[in-house]
């Protein structure tokens, strides 16, 4: 896996509260500053969670730090 697929962030307490029964790759549009952010460990998923809308993948609830 080269440095621009590794994995970053992953929510691990998501695999102990629910039943995950199907998975997806996708990938994000990110600006510069949270490149920053999220590459020096700055970001929560906590709340974070996915849901489809019209076709698409969305990602709500997360926290990158400015």
Do not use: P
């Amino acid at each position: 896996m080269t440095a621009s697929n590794k994995i970053v962030i992953k929510n691990k307490k998501a695999y102990f509260q629910y039943e995950i029964i199907e998975t997806f790759v996708a990938g994000i549009v990110l600006t510069g500053t949270e490149i920053k952010s999220i590459r020096m460990s700055k970001v929560s998923m906590v709340d974070a969670y996915c849901k489809f809308i019209s076709g698409e993948l969305w990602l709500t609830g997360m926290h990158i730090a400015e």
